[in-house]
């Protein structure tokens, strides 16, 4: 930080209680945390109501198409693989 320029003019760090701004860094590491942890959670839910989904509209392809909703499914998971090795370096 450069303490002489605006705003931290204003900022004498020989009176601000140094333990008193750890708790408050530790606080918000805590908090981070915890919005992380949540917005994990999120997309975890995400992805099982996909699945979900995903089961529900299988079960109403009549037979004559269900091998081309295969085909066209295991065309995506190949797509996406694809993605996932490019994004990795070429490794899955």
Request: charged share 20%.
């Amino acid at each position: 930080m450069i303490y002489n320029q605006y705003p931290y003019s204003i900022y004498n760090p020989t009176y601000v209680n140094q333990d008193y701004l750890r708790q408050l860094e530790v606080q918000r590491q805590q908090i981070e945390a915890q919005h992380k942890h949540w917005e994990q959670q999120k997309k975890i839910g995400d992805m099982v109501k996909a699945i979900s989904d995903y089961f529900k509209a299988a079960r109403d392809i009549e037979p004559e198409y269900q091998q081309a909703a295969m085909n066209a499914c295991l065309a995506e998971i190949a797509v996406q693989a694809a993605i996932d090795q490019q994004r990795n370096g070429g490794h899955y």
